[in-house]
């Protein structure tokens, strides 16, 4: 997959995104008509009430869902066109998604969970992918826990090797879907601080919280409410 680029100067470009659900026997109208453009090296927070829409609109941004109507442009690609073999395979190599919950398996150690991506991507040779780890967890402040289980780390930990995790591919997009929400807020002020290291070395990041004090660590900060955007603003 070729390196992305910008399209019209944008990494991420939603265009009159609408994601309704049909799953009840009403229809719910999560987004209604999302324009949103996010530059390459940008650290974009979301905020927002429960219900205003903020993991559906980064789940449109990952690919995790699609949209009911609309487009998401993310580095060049279409990505509401992808098949779900197309998709996949762009999730892997062009977006790192880090949860609340962290989603580490438990079998697997710190470095071997971090492993996972490369295998599946297969983006670098099997011998590098160990070493690879090893740095990115180096990175994070986890090397000397490369070895343990999940069980073995704390919560501040288990976000760390997430982080970790998040970056095996070197995707050019990072988003995080409220990745402090477990944690206290001396740890989340480290996590917070780490993504404000990999913005000053090139990443975007796109960060759904509920904290209004982390928000505006970020450089934009984008208000959502009924699935609208109602408000944005430069911290």
Known sequence: ??????????????????????DSAVPFIALKGIDLHIDGGEFLSIIGKSGSGKSTLINMITGIDRPTSGQVLVGGTAVHDLDE?????????????????????????????????MDYSRLYAPRERPERALHLLEQVGMIDEAHKLPAELSGGQLQSVAIARA??????????DE????????TADRVLDLFEALVDEGKTIIMVTHDEDLARRALRTVVLADGQIIDQRIN
């Open 179 to 186: 990745p402090t929400g477990n944690l206290d807020t001396r």
């Open 85 to 117: 073999e197309g998709l996949a395979l762009w999730r892997g190599q062009a977006v790192g998604v880090i949860f609340q919950f962290f989603q580490l398996l438990p079998t697997l150690t710190a470095v071997e969970n971090v492993i996972l991506p």
């Open 167 to 176: 970056l095996a591919n070197d995707p050019p997009l990072l988003a995080a």
């Open 1 to 22: 997959m070729p390196t992305p680029t910008r399209v019209d100067g944008h990494l991420v470009d939603l265009r009159q995104v609408v994601k309704t659900y049909t």
